[in-house]
């Protein structure tokens, strides 16, 4: 069938509608009539990474829509569902049958090589493949091809606009403070970078009660949204964060979580950390970090990664959704809509901290 995506030409290259040809539905898969397109920063790195081989590519993995077609192996997913889309695992390994999706040992091939694991493309324009299959979804689509695994059903009453980013973003930060560190509330929790990923965190470590909660972003606008959970705001470009940081902590934090990928920010979040402390690095873009190593080896900190929070966005999902309708977790203020012609101006707000999540409208 014909439909119409935001295709990225070339690295590097804005997003452009452009009319494609989705391929015929296999029998495992779901076709998906796209309601909204949650933009996460992983699409705007990865749109000026990929190889050029990659190119062109369909991007899109906050996808959230009505369900058109389900192949025939598909069960639990019927026409007209409303689903939020995720990232993809095979439920099969050994990482997924533990619960531990985000690591499944298919992951690359089913969500980043953009295309399917038989090579071929879901996407094409006169023949020639389009690549696509980004998280299973490539939802900056009007019409897309996810799968059981990555398609979340929700109730139709849940407002798709709202909850597109829970397919990445908001279940990102929200599954670390969830799943990762699981805070007390006389813990102390810093967030070093505070987009739709930091601002999901703090709201879910707020429901959980954390009493002191600190935002170090440079951008003023992204310091403010994250008052609203409560937490104070560092400004790195005029306050030594690692002593300010100590100092609103009662001498060094419980726990941290970096978004920036910046070398030297990761550094200062683990110098800021108390003995014992944790830090979870969830940034894309860093090839290394440099890490303190004589205060390492004294304080027995902690430092890691996690996929997605650590979350199978089949329980996490509806558990945001939850909380959300009972009014805790309340993200929808850092929602900003975009009819999907307005993406390119939508990249460059983001950028900006004009915005904090910008969701595409279809
Ligand atoms: N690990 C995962 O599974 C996962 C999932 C989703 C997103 N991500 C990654 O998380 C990161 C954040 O995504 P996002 O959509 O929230 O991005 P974003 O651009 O909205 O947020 C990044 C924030 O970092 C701030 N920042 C820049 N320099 C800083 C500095 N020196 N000190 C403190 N803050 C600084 C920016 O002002 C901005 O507010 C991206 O790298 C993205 O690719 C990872
Ligand atoms: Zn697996
Ligand atoms: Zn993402």
């Known amino acids: 069938m014909r439909t119409t995506a935001a295709v990225v030409?070339?690295?590097?290259?804005?997003?452009?509608?452009?009319?494609?040809?989705?391929?015929a539905l296999r029998a495992d898969e779901v076709l998906v009539r796209m309601v909204a397109t949650g933009l996460c920063h992983t699409d705007i790195h990865l749109k000026g990474f990929l190889p050029e081989e990659m190119f062109p590519n369909v991007f899109g993995h906050e996808g959230a829509?009505?369900?058109?077609?389900?192949?025939?192996?598909?069960t639990g997913i019927e026409v007209g569902d409303q689903v939020v889309l995720s990232f993809r695992s095979c439920r099969a390994?050994?990482?997924?049958?533990?619960?531990?999706?985000?690591?499944?040992?298919?992951?690359?091939?089913?969500?980043?090589m953009g295309m399917r694991m038989d090579g071929s493309t879901t996407y094409s324009r006169e023949g020639a493949p389009v690549f696509g299959s980004f998280f299973g979804?490539?939802?900056l689509s009007a019409h897309a091809i996810a799968y059981a695994d990555n398609c979340v059903v929700v109730d139709r009453s849940v407002d798709l606009t709202k909850v597109a980013p829970y397919g990445c973003g908001f279940q990102t930060g929200a599954g670390t403070v969830f799943n990762v560190l699981d805070p007390e509330p006389e813990d102390s929790l810093v967030v070093y970078g505070v987009g739709a990923v930091g601002l999901a965190a703090l709201a879910a470590a707020r429901h959980l009660g954390v009493r002191?909660?600190?935002?170090?972003?440079?951008?003023?606008?992204?310091?403010?949204?994250?008052?609203?959970?409560?937490?104070?705001?560092?400004?790195?470009?005029?306050?030594?964060?690692?002593?300010r940081v100590k100092e609103l902590t009662g001498g060094g934090a419980s726990y941290g979580i970096d978004t920036t990928a910046i070398s030297d920010v990761v550094k200062q979040a683990q110098q800021s950390l108390r003995a014992r402390g944790t830090l979870v690095a969830l940034g894309l873009g860093a090839e290394e970090y440099a890490v303190d190593a004589i205060d390492l080896l004294q304080t027995g900190k902690v430092?890691?990664?996690?996929?997605?929070?650590?979350?199978?966005?089949?329980?996490?999902?509806?558990?945001?959704?939850?909380?959300?309708?009972?009014?805790?977790?309340?993200?929808?203020?850092?929602v900003t809509t975009y009819p999907v012609a307005e993406i390119n101006q939508a990249v460059a707000d983001v950028l900006a901290g004009k915005v904090v999540k910008p969701v595409l409208l279809w």
């Open 9 to 23: 030409e070339k690295q590097g290259a804005d997003f452009a509608l452009t009319e494609v040809d989705l391929d």
């Open 65 to 74: 829509g009505v369900v058109e077609a389900v192949g025939p192996d598909v």
């Open 93 to 112: 390994c050994a990482e997924c049958t533990a619960g531990h999706v985000g690591y499944c040992e298919q992951s690359l091939l089913l969500n980043y």
């Open 137 to 139: 979804q490539s939802s």
């Open 212 to 243: 002191t909660l600190v935002a170090v972003d440079p951008m003023a606008s992204r310091r403010e949204a994250a008052a609203r959970y409560g937490a104070i705001g560092v400004d790195p470009t005029t306050e030594t964060v690692v002593d």
């Open 303 to 334: 430092i890691r990664s996690s996929v997605e929070g650590d979350s199978d966005p089949q329980q996490m999902v509806p558990r945001l959704i939850e909380l959300n309708q009972a009014g805790e977790f309340d993200v929808d203020p850092l």
